[in-house]
């Protein structure tokens, strides 16, 4: 599983010109599950996004969460990251964030979605399973 977080001023994707999820002031994160991947390393890798420490103190130091500055998610499938991005856990993630996070929208699992984003920073961090096992 991958998850590439870009941490955003604002966030939008698009499905046949129509906005199904909007954020300001958080994470855009693109998804990427593996075939091996399972609610274990989906769980590992949410508690790992969800105590990332990127967003700026008073004192402009990276060491604030995204709870911290009330941040939103914008989590979107991405299919091309792995080439298999089982709706099951895909819909798990969401779910998982959402018990954290009160604002979390998402793309459309499947959907040719067009996303713009305003990269803050740029900060953007990676996400691999593979290196939390």
Do not use: W
Not at 90 to 105: L, S, T
Request: overall charge negative; glycine content about 8%; aromatic content about 6%.
């Amino acid at each position: 599983m991958k998850f590439v977080i870009q941490r955003v001023t604002h966030a939008k994707v698009e499905v046949e010109q129509k906005i199904i999820g909007s954020i300001q002031n958080g994470y855009l994160v693109l998804i990427g599950i593996a075939e091996d991947d399972n609610e274990k390393i989906a769980d590992k890798l949410v508690k790992k996004l969800l105590g990332l420490r990127i967003f700026a103190d008073e004192n402009g130091k990276t060491n604030l969460s995204l709870k911290d500055v009330n941040g939103s998610l914008l989590l979107v499938s991405q299919f091309t990251l792995y080439a298999d991005c089982r709706k099951g856990l895909y819909e798990y993630i969401i779910g998982k964030c959402r018990d954290e996070v009160p604002d979390v929208q998402t793309g459309s699992f499947g959907a040719d979605m067009k996303i713009t984003l305003l990269n803050d920073g740029p900060f953007t961090i990676i996400l691999d399973s593979k290196d939390l096992m």
